[in-house]
């Protein structure tokens, strides 16, 4: 996939021919997601994103710029069913993801259905089982519906009718934060599996710097509506370049007893500001411990370095 | 293939558990059990009062005129000598037929157009918002008169004009609830599936939106009964002397202090009639809530 | 070190229609003054009604059964309502989890910190917004002239979080609960209240509990770490000697899923957390044991001292 200079703003109020204030939720993204890996997008409250996934999954359209899907604009082709399927994506709350008025059966036929719409219930039966299977779930399970389901079982469910389309991208959009720590690494586990099972490509979309170590081959971290740096795995949180990346790692516990860099400098300081109206030149400014004068004039950008890409003056 | 035959069976059954129970909710509560009797037997006599009458309800004879209960007349005689008690029996289909069906009808169209308003928005929901405030800036009443004038007087224009006056709460609630629903993951997750507009509007949003219209619904036949009568009062609904009971109150007023049993016994038919379609409402909406019999099912 | 804090054998049941859920089943520990306490645990473990416990927040169909909460001599467990709310706020407060919830949305926030002067010292609220605004200074939220009068919609959830503080510091209480402090907040603000917290407690000597299902978070901030398991402590000691050598399985286990390590699965604990109305016979945690004796299912492991540390376990001996 691949995603130019992708714009999203949320209008608050009345907007009167274009005037008022806007959330720039994603203000100028320029990403590729590789086919097979497992990418993630990590920030957060307020970085964006989860609008971003969205766009990704083609449920909401972009202000400006444009999204690609194996060299075709997304938006124009969603109308096909078959392009529609590609893409699929689970969410981060296990209470609203599945209709509490149907079966879990039901769920997954309308799914299967959707891909195969000739199936015999006989056939439809058999592949849900099938896909419970893969994601861990019984064939109890089938006959039960949402409100006789633990968190984690639901959200299996959710990956379950995902998979159902076959697609060949996965959003999962912090879809482990809402479960208890315990059950996490169950759930995330199954993803694995299933990654490599059907050769998915996965976008992984967290706030959790540990679990970014131990899932991702990449990871593009976001602050503001824009990425501030974006590589390999390895290099990226061992050797951290963007400020806000350091300061992340300097806050996460799980940082320092896994072997990421960890630079007592960039100790987390100062409140995020505003997305309506962010500061002059780079974002980071108002928290940044290295920025000079440079910074409040100039928005810094993207620029690659070796493998990764960052946006930093100083850098 | 064996296994998958037992598998089938295991859902019929699941399907089978889940409306039993719908009914143990009503089991369990013993007013609810109650209320569902009176409506099935004022439901009853809608459709069969003619043949259960004791007496032709029309027959009148003024020299009976006001005669209280006895074991001859169990409800006693009305102002025009006819048997208040036949008169009940057979006017229960044009009470209760005039209530359910203006409010089904209402209900309906009002909850289909609050689905479209809020789940497809944009122009749609302002078109449609707009006329609905016109509706809605009318008093109800007001509105059912004006539509009976344009529309002619019978039964059937009660309905319709009641049903249209009924309508505006409908969309207001649906579209609110829907607001709602729609931003849930199985809703977004439908969309993902590649389903159409009106696929996704009618199993996923529908069902889950139309709770507090339900319960709408059966306050609302309650007061549509009233409405009827208000009208019948001023001539508008339905003709003298057709036995609807909210008329019955109307005609027998001027000897609520001589002869109360005249407007008595129409009078608690109404009341007990718009309670239990009330408790029944209530009770129909815990049922249908998953949450809650999830809830009962922990029990 | 004086001791501050010594809990005997506590027991808290809550009485409910499906069965009696032993959520804090003979729990003992100790704490002195000016420590910093972690209580660590997933959920179910029965840390946040501890928590409650100790601040005397237990209502049915919660019960304190048995058991002892020594607080500088005097038994917590036996105390009135009237009697508590002398030493709520005043002696022992409480920081909560969401500050979206504990802060009341039509009021000021500065009024709501102000209410906790109120209530100790009489009065009207108008005369301690001044010692509020110190308040506000001191857990470092920006122009606290102006932000005294804020609603709570008009702060961010890490400014919210540090009202919450200020209000729990305003009476200098001798005790400190703070139950998952951080959990609904962004990870930078995390570590920036964190950061606050620690350099509280050093200036003004309280000392802090602080509970939290993140072990990584905890090992960061605490002396001692005391770690629960379906109701019961499984392992109590020194932080660092535990990070470097947990003695208890359940313990060894969950640093074990802290170690994320490149491209390989999560490290998760088998089985799951265990009803707390029909908890495992013997040791809680056998079903899940990976070193499970054969009496383990009969016998229930006593707290036992070892290597310096409290331990249930009957590989030590239990």
Not at chain 3, 143 to 170: C, F, N, T, W
Not at chain 3, 171 to 199: F, G, M, Y
Not at chain 3, 206 to 214: A, F, R
């Amino acid at each position: 996939m691949k995603l130019v200079d992708v714009k999203k703003y949320f209008p608050l109020g009345f907007r009167i021919f274009g005037a008022g204030k806007y959330v720039r939720a994603v203000d100028g993204v320029s990403l590729d997601v590789y086919s097979g890996e497992f990418l993630a997008l990590v920030g957060e409250s307020g970085c964006g994103k989860s609008t971003l996934g969205r766009i990704m999954a083609g449920l909401i359209k972009p202000d400006s710029g444009h999204v690609l899907y194996r060299g075709v604009d997304l938006f124009k082709s969603l109308r096909d069913r078959s392009v529609r399927h590609k893409i699929q994506a689970v969410f981060q709350n296990p209470d609203s993801s599945l209709n509490p008025r149907m079966m879990v059966f039901d769920t997954l036929s309308e799914a299967i259905l959707a891909k195969k719409p000739g199936l015999s219930r006989r056939e439809v039966a058999e592949e849900a089982l099938g896909l419970l299977k893969v994601v861990g779930l019984s064939e109890d399970h089938l006959f039960k519906y949402p409100g006789e389901l633990s968190g984690g079982e639901k959200q299996r469910v959710a990956i379950a009718r995902a998979l159902a389309v076959e697609p060949e991208v996965l959003i999962a959009d912090e879809i482990v934060s809402a479960l208890d720590v315990s059950v996490r690494a169950h759930v995330l586990n199954t993803l694995i599996d299933i990654m490599e099972k059907f050769r998915l490509t996965v976008v992984f979309i967290t706030h959790d710097i540990g679990l970014v170590w131990a899932l991702a081959d990449r990871v593009a971290v976001m602050y503001l509506g824009k990425i501030v740096e974006e590589g390999p795995v390895e290099e990226v949180l061992s050797n951290p370049l963007h400020p806000y990346t350091k300061m992340l790692l300097a806050s996460s516990p799980s940082a320092k007893l896994v072997g990421m860099r960890v630079d007592e400098r960039f100790k987390a300081r100062g409140e995020p500001p505003s997305p309506i109206d962010p500061p002059k030149g780079c974002r980071f400014v108002t928290r940044c411990p290295i920025a000079d004068k440079q910074c409040h004039i100039v928005e810094p950008k993207l620029e690659r370095i070796g493998e990764r890409k960052v946006a930093c003056l100083k850098v | 293939m064996e296994g998958n035959v037992e598998l089938l069976n295991r859902l019929e059954e699941a399907r089978r558990k889940r409306l039993l129970e719908i009914w143990e909710v009503f089991k369990s509560n013993r007013v609810a059990l109650i209320a569902l009797a009176i409506v099935t037997v004022t439901v009853a006599l809608s459709i069969a009062g003619p043949h259960i009458a004791p007496r032709d309800p029309y027959d009148f004879d003024l020299s009976r005129a006001r005669k209280p209960p006895s074991p001859e007349y169990p409800l006693g005689l009305d102002e025009m000598g006819r048997d208040i008690l036949s008169r009940l029996i057979v006017g229960a289909r044009y009470t209760v037929g005039i209530s359910v069906f203006s409010v089904v009808l209402g209900a309906s169209v009002g909850s289909l157009l609050g689905l479209i308003s809020g789940y497809k928005g944009g122009l749609w929901d302002a078109v449609i918002q707009r006329v609905n405030d016109i509706l809605l800036a009318f008093p109800t009443i007001l509105l059912a008169i004006a539509l009976v004038a344009f529309i002619g007087q019978g039964v059937h224009s009660l309905v319709v004009a009641i049903a249209i006056s009924s309508m505006p709460i409908y969309v207001r609630l649906v579209r609110a609830s829907v607001l709602q629903v729609v931003v849930e993951d199985y809703v977004v997750a439908a969309k993902l599936l590649g389903l159409s507009s009106w696929r996704v509007m009618l199993k996923h949003v529908l069902p889950n939106a139309i709770s507090p219209a339900i319960v709408q619904a059966t306050y609302h036949m309650g007061l549509a009964i009233l409405i009827a009568s208000a009208l019948g009062f001023l001539g508008l609904g339905v003709p003298p002397p057709t036995p609807e009971w909210g008329a019955m109150i109307g005609s027998g007023r001027t000897y609520l202090f001589s002869s109360p049993h005249i407007v008595l016994f129409p009078g608690l038919a109404i009341a007990i009639t718009i309670i239990s379609f009330n408790i029944l409402g209530d009770t129909l909406r815990d049922a249908l809530d998953p949450r809650s019999r999830a809830l009962l099912r922990r029990f | 070190m004086s001791r501050l804090l010594e809990v005997e054998n506590l027991k808290v049941y809550y009485y409910l229609p499906q069965g009696v859920v032993k959520a804090v089943d003979d729990v003992s520990f100790t704490l002195d003054k000016g420590e910093i306490l972690g209580v660590a645990g997933e959920s179910g473990s029965g840390k946040s009604t501890l928590a409650l416990a100790l601040a005397g927040l237990i209502r049915p169909p919660g019960r304190i059964v048995s058991g002892r909460i020594l607080f500088n001599g005097l038994d917590l467990t036996k105390l009135s309502e009237g009697e508590w709310r002398k030493i709520r706020g005043k002696r022992i407060s409480l920081i909560f989890q969401d500050p979206n919830t504990y802060l009341n949305p039509v009021y000021a926030t500065g009024f709501q910190v102000a209410e906790v002067y109120e209530a100790h010292r009489g009065g009207r609220i108008a005369r301690y917004m001044d010692l509020v605004k110190d308040l506000f200074r001191k857990v470092k939220i920006a122009d606290p002239e102006r932000r005294v009068y804020s609603y709570p919609h008009q702060m961010s959830g890490g400014m919210k979080q540090r009202v919450l503080i200020s209000m729990a510091i305003a009476e200098k209480p001798d005790l400190i609960i703070a139950d998952e402090p951080t959990s609904a907040l962004d990870v930078t603000i995390q570590a920036e209240i964190i950061e606050l917290l620690r350099n509280i407690i050093k200036e003004t000597g309280s000392t802090l509990i602080i509970i939290s299902h993140d072990l990584a978070l905890l090992l960061e901030i605490a002396n001692r770490i005391m770690i629960m398991y379906a109701g019961k402590v499984v392992e109590v000691g020194n932080a660092d000697e535990i990070a470097r050598d947990p003695l208890h399985p359940y313990t060894r286990m969950l640093l074990e899923t802290l170690r994320y390590e490149r491209k390989k699965r999560l490290r998760a604990i088998p089985g799951s957390i265990p009803s707390l109305i029909n908890p495992p016979s013997g040791c809680r945690f056998h079903p899940r044991c990976p070193a499970r004796l054969p009496h383990c299912d009969r016998i229930e492991p006593k707290p036992l001292w070892e290597k310096g540390r409290v331990v249930a376990c009957h590989l030590y001996g239990g």
